[in-house]
């Protein structure tokens, strides 16, 4: 079994930070991708950040500029620092990842249980 676990959601004014963390624990071989999605209520959840297990990056047009992830493949996590947050950023944050729990076995997508993150004045 994999577990992805997220912290550092919370309440923050426009324009503040935060940074959000994601652990992957269990049966894992590699972690091929990570990433974070977010889905605001009554929207479709959207890609916000990826990164793969040679650190090449992904963002969405939306937080270019803004957001940075990071991760340690000797941890097996992934970070996602938000600056210069607006009110459109306000979603429930999901942490992802695409892994492979052993050499036999093939890719398999997990999700953590997302973390509620609000920006507001």
């Known amino acids: 079994q994999v577990q992805l676990v997220e912290s550092g959601g919370g309440l923050v004014q426009p324009g503040g930070s935060l940074r959000l963390s994601c652990a992957a624990s269990?049966?894992?071989?590699?972690?091929?991708?990570m990433g974070w999605y977010r889905q605001a209520p009554e929207k479709e959840r959207e890609l916000v950040a990826t990164?793969?297990?040679?650190?090449?990056?992904n963002y969405a047009d939306s937080v270019k500029g803004r957001f940075t992830i990071s991760r340690d493949n000797a941890k097996n996590t992934v970070s996602l620092q938000m600056n210069s947050l607006r009110p459109e950023d306000t979603a429930v944050y999901y942490c992802?990842?695409?892994?492979?729990?052993?050499?036999?076995?093939?890719?398999?997508?997990?999700w953590g249980q997302g973390t509620q993150v609000t920006v507001s004045s």
């Open positions: 992802n990842a695409g892994l492979r729990s052993s050499q036999y076995t093939p890719e398999y997508n997990y």
């Open positions: 269990g049966s894992i071989w590699i972690i091929n991708r």
């Open positions: 990164i793969t297990v040679g650190g090449s990056t």
